[in-house]
């Protein structure tokens, strides 16, 4: 089990907020800022300061895109999808779930 939580650790998703931000967008390809840090109730430094975490990992991509304002979009990547994938591997080892 300690091997398992070291492998955690090491994860970008490790930390509870980014998992949360992964899990999220798993279910919905892609959000916009604003409905991701309402749904999650993050302000807005708390949740840009994570999303650069995991875009600097290659986890969440960020852009742009227009409408009737610009809006900030954010989603999970194919490298994202992989490691949470990972991460709950680890999660279902460490309580013992098959």
Do not use: C, Q, W
Not at 13 to 38: C, D, M, Q, V
């Amino acid at each position: 089990m300690i091997e398992e939580l070291a492998k955690l650790s090491k994860s970008p998703l490790g930390n509870p907020t980014r998992l949360a931000i992964a899990l999220y967008l798993l279910s919905r390809e892609r959000a916009t800022f604003a409905s991701l840090r309402k749904a999650l109730k993050l302000t807005s430094g708390n949740l840009e300061f994570h999303l650069k975490a995991l875009e600097d990992s290659g986890i969440v991509r960020t852009y742009y895109g227009f409408g009737k304002r610009p809006r900030k979009f954010v989603e999970i990547t194919d490298e994202g999808v992989r490691e949470l994938s990972e991460v709950l591997k680890i999660l279902r080892e460490v309580v013992g779930d098959d």
